[in-house]
């Protein structure tokens, strides 16, 4: 399949019409109160967060391309307030009601980056909708039925997930083949580009000097280093998310792991009519590699997956551009769960990077002796959590003792990456025995596949 536009940056840029001019680099060597590292949402909600708390404080965000360069501004658009991670993880170092608690705080994101957006004027194209997960043959309905049982086992509030049988979700939409699903009620989609533009707007209105242009070469007590100057601070957070690898020190802190999208041509009417997706859900299934996909403000769909998932020594792309074979792959997937958009055109492809812990489970704190933070390693859940991680680190950096500082997430350490070619081995062979294990489910083995689980164990996934 041929795409139109590969890379430049993403298609959320191209709805923008044009890649942001980015603002001045450093000037010098600055002082401030807090300087933070990344203006990402990571960043950009701390600082917003922190500056509404205490407007006297001096904060400076530095940033090495331009606000929402990253994973920020090419995500999938998924205001989720999802929880992805491993819940024993956590409830290892934690309680029940920990676990639970932090959930429950995870969901609240999604009416409090609508809150805020509100309050600060970004228009987002965000839509409240639920989140569809769809299964396409038994060994997934077996994992959704599993799935379902599971978030409503833990959540405080089951009736927000909702079981499905194959009618109910084709309903919704007119997948191929789809046996049953579940759905989450409120949730919300967004255009990624416009939040994080919006929010970066915001947070200068708020009197934070944003930095853009300037490369980060080293972190330490009281200073950040750069190319272009020295800020020196009392506390530094680190909000650097896939790009973290980059930084020298933490090479090894957290994997930076690919994702790619592709999004069609605007569809007509009677196409829509045949597919449905009239509550504009978010798509996602039950595939060991999973696929995750939305219908836009103006009609097109975005189909996304792991394509190539991982470049040697945490590489990252270059503005975005992707390969072909990842790009064959998307319109595969896309044309298999919906064959009606078999005729539809690839307007635009892209990729980037999310951050991935050694267990695969985000964390976020503020080491009490250096003062510095960090948050991250959503593994793909950044849109909503991100939020949270700003108003935890929020109160880390002002000392209180809050809900949020007690969360099992917060100050949790886990152990780095193992050096290379192991964790390349490791990331490449896990996906490819996902591959397998997906496509004997899908020639009838109507259990999960044995590989999926030594494909777990090769990484902690």
Not at 34 to 41: D, F, L, S, T
Not at 170 to 177: D, L, M, S, T
């Amino acid at each position: 399949m041929q795409v139109k536009r590969n890379g430049d940056i993403s298609f959320w840029y191209a709805d923008l019409a044009a890649i942001p001019v980015p603002r001045p680099p450093l000037p010098g060597d600055v002082e401030a109160d807090v300087a933070i590292v990344g203006a990402g949402y990571t960043g950009l909600w701390t600082a917003y967060y922190l500056k509404k708390a205490k407007p006297s404080l001096r904060i400076v965000l530095v940033e090495r391309e331009f606000a929402g360069f990253g994973a920020s501004g090419r995500n999938g658009g998924w205001l989720s307030g999802g929880f992805g991670w491993s819940r024993e993880k956590y409830l290892k170092t934690s309680t029940r009601q920990g676990v639970t608690a932090m959930q429950k705080a995870m969901a609240g994101c999604v009416d409090e980056v609508i809150r805020v957006a509100t309050e600060e004027g970004i228009d987002a194209d965000i839509r409240r909708a639920d989140n569809l997960t769809v299964a396409t043959n038994p060994a997934q309905l077996e994992r959704v039925r599993e799935e379902c049982e599971t978030i409503r086992s833990w959540d405080a509030d089951p009736d927000r997930i909702e079981p499905l049988d194959a009618d109910a979700a084709r309903a919704r939409i007119n997948i191929k083949n789809v046996m049953g699903g579940f759905v989450i009620h409120g949730q919300a989609r967004v255009q990624p580009a416009k939040l994080v533009r919006g929010l970066a707007a915001a947070v200068e209105r708020l009197g934070v000097s944003i930095y853009e242009k300037t490369t980060v070469t080293a972190i330490a007590k009281g200073s950040v280093t750069t190319d272009r100057g020295r800020v020196r601070a009392e506390t530094i957070i680190r909000a650097t998310e896939g790009f973290t690898a980059g930084i020298p020190g933490e090479e090894r802190t957290w994997l930076a792991l690919n994702s790619a999208q592709i999004v069609t041509e605007p569809l007509s009417e009677e196409l829509w009519r045949q597919i449905g997706w009239e509550g504009h859900e978010l798509l996602g299934n039950a595939a060991h590699a999973y696929c995750y996909a939305q219908r836009t403000r103006e009609g097109r769909i975005t189909m996304g997956g792991r394509g190539v998932p991982y470049r040697y020594g945490s590489r990252t792309d270059v503005n975005g551009q992707t390969q072909q074979a990842t790009i064959d792959q998307l319109h595969t997937i896309l044309t298999t769960l919906l064959p009606q958009t078999a005729g539809c055109r690839i307007d635009h492809a892209w990729c980037g990077v999310l951050g991935v812990p050694r267990d695969w489970c985000t964390t976020v704190g503020l080491d009490p002796r250096t003062r510095i933070g960090w948050a991250g390693g959503y593994v793909g859940l950044g849109v909503s959590s991100s939020n949270l991680s700003g108003r935890t680190l929020t109160d880390l950096v002002l000392g209180q003792d809050s809900e949020l500082t007690r969360l099992p997430w917060v100050n949790r350490k886990v152990r780095p990456w193992e050096p290379e070619p192991f964790r390349w081995l490791g990331v490449h062979s896990m996906y490819q025995l996902y591959r397998i294990a997906d496509q004997r489910e899908a020639a009838g083995l109507n259990h999960t596949s044995k590989l999926a689980a030594l494909a777990d164990s090769l990484t902690g996934h």
